[in-house]
């Protein structure tokens, strides 16, 4: 799930099919993983026309992204 919030955090705003295609997901699992994000109001939806476009709504959420991939950095650089 932190591949679909980075591609949000980046982009501020994609449409369900950007969101798909940008992290290499089938459609149905695109679907799915936006689904819980919207059950987790960490996403708002938006219908604009026959697309539907989703964003971040909890502050917090690019944050601990940030975090997150600064601690993932952090210990590969002492894997050997």
């Given amino acids: 799930m932190m591949g679909l ?4 955090v980046r982009a501020g ?10 992290v ?12 819980r994000l919207l059950d987790l109001r960490v ?4 219908r604009r026309g026959a697309r539907v476009y ?3 709504v909890d502050p917090c959420v690019p944050g601990v992204l ?5 601690v993932a950095e952090e210990s590969a650089r002492w894997r050997p």
Avoid at 24 to 35: I, V, Y
Avoid at 43 to 46: D, F, G, K, R
Avoid at 66 to 70: A, F, S, T
């Fill in 5 to 8: 919030i980075h591609a949000l």
């Fill in 13 to 22: 705003e994609l449409s369900w099919g950007e969101f798909a295609a940008s």
């Fill in 24 to 35: 290499a997901m089938t459609p149905q699992a695109a679907s799915n993983q936006l689904t």
């Fill in 43 to 46: 996403v708002a939806s938006e």
């Fill in 54 to 56: 989703y964003r971040l």
């Fill in 66 to 70: 940030d975090k997150g991939l600064c």
